[in-house]
Each structure stands twice: as structure tokens, then as C-alpha cells.
């Protein structure tokens, strides 16, 4: 991977913010952005962010720029030796170098977490399956029972409504049976207390001294008197007949 492809990120934990402008370098190989450099490193004595390595000397952190100007890249290692070029170089390449390889663990160590994780979540995934398997199988057990228990109420609500249309029929013969009954009852007792002359005593039996009624009150001074009375009233009242004349002929 070449430079220009790839940016450095922040050391700081949590940060990790691609790096840009000026950057705060470590002897440790370690390198921050510039808000977290300059709040950790104005501290006295500098400790390391990444590793809490010490860092007392002067030039174990410095703030770098990161896209120096081309006049500092002209003068910065000009009238050094060759060989203090290409050693200053090799060290800022293993620099560089570090910086990828820990880029790389990390991110071996993310992707290493993530696949723990995935195969944990596919574990709780496979669990809840079978749990939910294990219910949705008891769910249409518990189903098909109360399905049986359903068929076997309509079957029992179907005699009850059987044997009660049955009563129904029994009890609708029965109250007709009765209504004929009273209806026929009714009557009878309707004839039985009828009145009659002769067997409730609507005709008064008359006291044999009394009159007829429609002789009215002089009828009854003649015969409140006894029979004696009666008999001289019918001999002064009717005329002698004689007694070979009979108004009535017995059989």
C-alpha cells in the first residue's frame, strides 16, 4: 500500500481520527492528532498515550507537520551526509511501517472480536431457532388439542341442543295436553254450577199454611189461620159440586 493511499490514524483510544495538518510524534513509534498531543503531552513528565511509555527527553515528542511546504522538504536534509539521509529515512520508513502493521493487528483484532461475536450471535440466533421451534411445535400440539376439545363441545352441544328441542317438543305436547285438560275441566265446572231449580233451592219450599204468591197479602190472612180456617174459606168460596164430577182423573 503506498502513502498516498493510505492515512495515518490517531493512536488515542477512541479517537482514531485520520490525521491531517500537524500530528504529535513519539519516540515509541506512536503518533496523535493534534488536539489529544497537546492536551497529554503539556504534562510534565510526558508519558505515551498508547503504550505509557516515559518520554523525558526533549525530543522524544514533537509536533510534526504533515504536509510540509516544498521549501522545508528542500532544506530540511540538506548538507547531511548520505548516509544520515538514508538512515533518517529508514527510521521515518519503519516509523511508517509500524504504523501499518498496528493498523493491521488492530484490525485482525477487530475482525478476530467480530467474528467471536458473530459466531456467539449465531449460537443465541440457533438457540432462540430451536427455542422457537420448540414453541411453535407445543403451540400446534396445544392447537390440535384444543381443536379436539372444540369438536368434542360441538359434539356435546349438539345433543344438549337435541335433547332440548326434544324437551321442547315433550313440554309443548304437554302444556297443549294440559290447556285441553283445563279447557275441558272449565266447561265441566261451568255446568256443574249452573243453577237448577230443583238441586239449589231457587224454588222456596212454602209452608203449607202459607198462600200462593198471587193471592198476595190477603191469601195470607186466610191461611195463616190453620187448616180449619182453609177448609170453611174453600167451602164458602166454591160452590157445591157434586162428587160424581172430578177435575182431575187419576190413572
Not at 118 to 141: D, P, W
Not at 170 to 188: A, E, I, N, P, V
Request: include cysteine.
Amino acid at each position: 500500500m503506498s502513502a498516498p493511499e493510505y492515512n495515518l490514524l490517531c493512536n488515542f483510544p477512541n479517537c482514531r481520527a485520520k490525521l491531517s495538518g500537524f500530528a504529535w510524534t513519539t519516540a515509541c513509534s506512536h503518533i496523535f492528532c493534534d488536539q489529544h498531543g497537546a492536551d497529554e503531552f503539556s504534562r510534565t513528565p510526558a508519558i505515551c498515550p498508547a503504550c505509557s511509555s516515559m518520554l523525558p527527553g526533549k525530543l522524544d515528542v514533537l509536533r510534526t507537520e504533515l504536509t510540509p511546504s516544498e521549501k522545508y522538504k528542500s532544506m530540511a536534509l540538506v548538507g547531511l551526509k548520505p548516509e544520515t539521509i538514508l538512515d533518517i529515512s529508514h527510521k521515518a520508513l519503519e516509523f511508517w511501517t509500524y504504523q501499518i502493521n498496528q493498523e493491521r493487528l488492530l484490525m485482525e483484532l477487530n475482525l478476530s472480536r467480530a467474528g467471536a461475536q458473530v459466531v456467539q450471535m449465531e449460537k443465541f440466533l440457533t438457540q432462540q431457532n430451536q427455542s422457537r421451534e420448540h414453541e411453535f411445535n407445543a403451540l400446534k400440539g396445544e392447537i390440535a388439542s384444543l381443536k379436539k376439545v372444540l369438536e368434542e363441545y360441538k359434539r356435546k352441544y349438539s345433543e344438549v341442543l337435541e335433547r332440548l328441542n326434544e324437551r321442547n317438543r315433550q313440554y309443548q305436547k304437554l302444556q297443549g295436553l294440559f290447556q285441553s285438560l283445563q279447557m275441558h275441566t272449565l266447561g265441566k265446572a261451568e255446568i256443574d254450577t249452573m243453577p237448577h231449580p230443583f238441586t239449589t233451592g231457587m224454588v222456596k219450599q212454602r209452608s203449607p199454611h202459607s198462600s200462593p204468591s198471587f193471592l198476595g197479602q190477603e191469601g195470607n190472612r186466610f191461611f195463616s189461620q190453620g187448616p180449619e180456617n182453609a177448609k170453611t174459606f174453600f167451602q164458602f168460596a166454591s160452590p157445591v159440586r157434586e162428587r160424581s164430577h172430578f177435575f182431575l182423573k187419576k190413572n
